[in-house]
């Protein structure tokens, strides 16, 4: 029976940053016949990193948040998430690489029957993880952005910044790999928004590729963090730092 | 009992927004022409077959009316027929219809009364076939020929004749059950299509959250079957009490293609599963709606 190396058994560290690293070579992104929205779009994140997305409206922010977490395909391009070729995937393959993405919308995308416990409890309940347990972890995430009294309550009663922490919160529950929010902190004051950043920064602590598109220059001065800049579909240096990451 | 793994596990959808109005009914009416057509069909192929079974075993011989003496006629049988019908494989037994009963059966077509003494009525000679035998009439008739000019009346001929509208009877029958069952699942097609369009950004949220299609599929596949079992339940049980209504109609009127229909158990029970196959039918179908629906989003 034949033995097997130490290196052969564990892996290392090397190793596990290329399986989580996100890739993006040459890509280009059109919807439908139309003319390319993205063009040329290369970078890599590695795991554990921090990144602002920042440009002008208009510029492609969302379209390259779509191809992050996985809701488009590139019209040309290599694309790795977690080191897989996302590009390529077989679509049923897809799911369980979503899963490890979390999300901030925008518009905050909650669903509107089910309690603010329930949203946040969602993608946990997808992973197929134990009711008593999403229940304690949930509860304990909704104290911790401000909304114990709000549990209950359905995303129509609530505020756009109560709504904002339940997407928020939501989006962090399952402790993705990967984090990408959309103009997290839009809705919610200053106070709030600090705190948000933080639980972001926590969550990057423990290894969470971070990615966050927004418009707000003092959030960039309060993290420090790579800059993608994109203008008219492509990267370019950034005007709030050295340059592109 | 609906086998868990049917069911939602989550409640991606309001309640009260699944599938519902007036689809059940819908439904019920599919599975009640459904269950007609079915039963039709069932009931005319056992019928026929039981008829025709019946009819080949027996056959008639007739002897002209200007070609024999009533009186002489039961000596001369015994005489020239009996050996021959003796030696014929398959006959069982034979009886010469007496004068009375040939009238009573004329009287059948010509009205009671209607039938005189004067009226030139052929002998006839009632054969019967043993099980499991079968007699062929043009043989039969060629040994016969020396006798009287006697003809030997086979329901072979007329009962070929008939099994033509029968089957193609049976065929339209199954024909209409298909039709009506593709018409059922357009529908459902369309109700499912419906909901998914209702709720398009609540599926993408989940869809876009790594829910696998299995998982999404359930939230509308088994709102769908339950109103197929209750539609079908309903159209079931509507079709019985409607045959069971014609079976009340037809009591004492046994003649004809539609005593065929009547008495047969067998196609009675056959329509019975049906709330399940509408069940099965909407489950699989509105199933296969979302997985083709959610292929289309990326």
Known sequence: MSTLSANAVTPTLESVGQANRVRFENVGMRYGLGKEVLRNITFQLEPGSFHFLTGPSGAGKTSLLKLLYLAHRPSRGIIEIFGQDAANMARRRLPALRRRIGVVFQDFRLLDHLSALENVALPLRLAGGKDAQIRDHVRELLTWVGLADRMDATPPTLSGGEQQRVAIARAVIGRPDMLIADEPTGNVDPQMSRRLLHLFAELNKIGTTVVIATHETGLLERVSANILHLEDGELVPSPYQGGVA | ?298
């Open chain 2, 1 to 298: 009992m609906i086998l868990p793994i049917l069911k939602p596990q989550f409640n991606i959808l309001p309640d009260g927004a699944r599938a519902g109005g007036l689809l059940p009914v819908i439904i019920a009416v599919m599975m009640y022409m459904s269950a007609l057509s079915l039963f039709a069909a069932l009931s005319l192929q056992l019928g026929i077959g039981t008829w025709s079974r019946n009819l080949d075993r027996s056959f008639t011989i007739q002897i002209p009316a200007d070609a024999y003496d009533p009186g002489t006629l039961e000596d001369e049988i015994a005489k020239a027929l009996k050996p021959l019908l003796d030696t014929t494989t398959g006959v069982a037994s034979y009886e010469i219809l007496s004068t009375a009963d040939n009238k009573a059966l004329l009287e059948t077509w010509l009205g009671k009364g209607n039938v005189t003494d004067d009226l030139p009525v052929p002998a006839l000679i009632d054969v019967k076939v043993s099980d499991g035998s079968a007699i062929d009439a043009a043989t039969l008739e060629a040994a016969l020929k020396t006798f009287k000019d006697a003809r030997v009346d086979g329901a072979g001929t007329w009962l070929s004749q008939l099994r033509r509208p029968a089957l193609a009877l049976i065929a339209n029958a199954y024909f209409i059950l298909a039709v009506v069952l593709i018409a059922a699942v357009a529908v459902v097609v369309f109700g499912t299509r419906a909901q998914l369009a209702a709720h398009r950004p609540t599926i993408q949220i989940v869809h876009h959250m790594g829910a696998e299609d299995t998982v999404i599929a359930k939230e509308f596949q088994y709102s769908f079957m339950r109103l197929g079992l209750i539609g079908g339940a309903a159209g079931t049980v509507g079709a019985l009490l409607t045959l069971v209504v014609l079976g009340m109609t037809l009591d004492g009127n046994e003649d004809g293609l539609l005593s065929i229909m009547r008495s047969t158990g067998w196609a009675m029970a056959a329509i019975l599963p049906l709330p399940v196959l509408a069940a099965i039918l909407t489950l699989i179908t509105a199933r296969m709606t979302v997985f083709h629906a959610l292929r289309q989003i990326p």
